[in-house]
C-alpha cells in the first residue's frame, strides 16, 4: 500500500474541519426565541413588556410599594379630614392596578405572545377574579368607618360595570354598588367624573396609578415626559393623591410608543437610541 504522505494527510483534516465548522455556523437552535423584526408587533411588544409584568405581578417590592401607599393614605386621609369642610367626604379611587391586581391578564398576554386587546381585557374581567391589591380593603374600609363615602372612578365601560361591581364587593371592598362604581361613557377622560362627585362632597383624598386619576393636565408629556408639571402640582399632589405602581401600561408608555401598534416597536427603539449614552 502507498503511504500518503503527512503534509497531504494535515491538509485533508484541516479541509474537514473547516467545512465541519461552517456546517455547525449555519445551524440554528429552534429552542431560541427569534428577535426578528419580521415577528408581529403584538408579539414584539409582548416579549418587551415581560420584565415589568413580572415585576408588577411577583415582585415582593411591588407587594410593598401598595403597603406602603395605603399606609401613607391614611396619614394623609386623617389629616385632610381634620381640614374644615362643610360637605360630608369622599375618597375617590380609581380601579385597576389601583384597588384590583389586573397583572394576571398581562401575565397571560405575555404567555401568549400577545398584548391587549379589548376582546381578552373583558373576558378576563367578566371572571371578577382579581385580586385586591396589599392594603387597599383595609384603607378604604377605614375611609368608610371615618365616614368617607368611597367612590370607584374607572375607565372600565358601561358593560363591565356589573361584573366589576361583583369583583369588588367579594373580596370586601365598601361600597360595592352602582352608586359608587363609576364607569366610563364616552371619554377616558376623568374630570367630569370627578367634578360630579365634588358637587356634593369634600373630596378627601384621591388615589391611583397613572397622574391623571388626578388631573387630566397630566396627559401632557410633550415636555421632559410630564415631570415639569409635577413639580408645579407637588404641594397639592402631596397632599391629596397617592399615587400606587404600575409598570405594565399606561399614560407615560403611551406617550413613548405612540400609535398604532405596528409602529410602537419601532418607535421604542428610537426612544432607546436616543436616550442611550
Excluded at 97 to 123: C, F, H, I, M
Excluded at 154 to 183: I, K, Q, Y
Excluded at 227 to 234: E, F, G, I, M
Amino acid at each position: 500500500m502507498q503511504k500518503i504522505p503527512s503534509s497531504l494527510l494535515l491538509a485533508a483534516l484541516y479541509l474537514l474541519s473547516i467545512s465541519a465548522c461552517r456546517t455547525v455556523s449555519t445551524t440554528v437552535d429552534a429552542s431560541v426565541p427569534s428577535t426578528s423584526s419580521s415577528a408581529s408587533a403584538p408579539a414584539q411588544l409582548a416579549q418587551q413588556n415581560v420584565d415589568a409584568t413580572i415585576y408588577q405581578n411577583m415582585s415582593a417590592e411591588v407587594h410593598r410599594l401598595y403597603q406602603q401607599g395605603y399606609e401613607l393614605a391614611k396619614i394623609r386621609l386623617d389629616a385632610n379630614l381634620a381640614r374644615p369642610h362643610t360637605k360630608p367626604p369622599a375618597v375617590i379611587v380609581d380601579i385597576d392596578e389601583t384597588v384590583l391586581d389586573n397583572s394576571p391578564y398581562q401575565v397571560t398576554n405575555a404567555a401568549n405572545g400577545r398584548t391587549y386587546s379589548p376582546e381578552t381585557w373583558k373576558q378576563w374581567t367578566a371572571k371578577a377574579s382579581a385580586k385586591a391589591l396589599p392594603g387597599a380593603v383595609e384603607f378604604l374600609n377605614y375611609a368608610a368607618s371615618r365616614g368617607c363615602e368611597v367612590f370607584y372612578i374607572s375607565n372600565r365601560e358601561a358593560d363591565e360595570e356589573a361584573a366589576t361591581v361583583r369583583n369588588l364587593a367579594t373580596v370586601g371592598f365598601p361600597m360595592a354598588d352602582t352608586l359608587h362604581v363609576v364607569p366610563m361613557v364616552g371619554t377616558s377622560d376623568k374630570t367630569a367624573r370627578r367634578a360630579a362627585v365634588a358637587k356634593t362632597h369634600y373630596i378627601a383624598l384621591l388615589a391611583g396609578d397613572q397622574l391623571r386619576d388626578f388631573d387630566e393636565s397630566f396627559k401632557n408629556r410633550s415636555v421632559d415626559n410630564g415631570k415639569p408639571l409635577v413639580d408645579a402640582q407637588r404641594d397639592t399632589l402631596e397632599r391629596y393623591f397617592i399615587m400606587l405602581p404600575n409598570s405594565m401600561y399606561g399614560t407615560w408608555l403611551d406617550a413613548v410608543s405612540g400609535k398604532p401598534l405596528e409602529s410602537k416597536p419601532a418607535n421604542k427603539e428610537a426612544v432607546l437610541k436616543k436616550n442611550a449614552y
